[in-house]
């Protein structure tokens, strides 16, 4: 979860990641693959502000702030604020088991 946020999360783009091409296991840096997106179940506020948002909820706490309008999952936005790109936050390296 992107902590600062009301219900954005990271995950993998596109369908999630094959661990295999063909019959030969991948490896290497995946960080590209990886996404912040939006669950669509509370009304965003801007990162890091907000009654609504994980930091100032007790740990139980979940779908406490408004309904969002829009429901769908998406690629987490909020006008006027930069968020920085997923990889700057996480890496994600395979290395397969031999």
């Given amino acids: 979860m992107f902590v600062q946020s ?5 995950g ?3 369908g999630g990641l094959a661990l ?11 960080t590209s ?12 506020t801007a990162p890091g502000t907000g009654e ?3 930091p100032v909820q007790t ?3 979940t779908n406490f702030g408004p309904p969002d309008p829009n429901t769908l999952v998406r690629t987490a936005s909020f006008p006027g604020v930069t968020i920085p790109p997923a990889s700057a936050i996480i890496r994600i390296t395979v290395t397969p088991n031999p």
């Fill in 12 to 14: 993998l783009s596109g």
């Fill in 52 to 54: 609504f948002q994980k």
């Fill in 33 to 44: 693959k990886l996404g912040l997106y939006d669950a669509g179940s509370e009304a965003d």
């Fill in 6 to 10: 009301n219900d954005w999360f990271y």
């Fill in 20 to 30: 295999f091409n063909g019959s030969t296991p991948i490896s290497g840096d995946m």
């Fill in 59 to 61: 740990p139980t706490q």
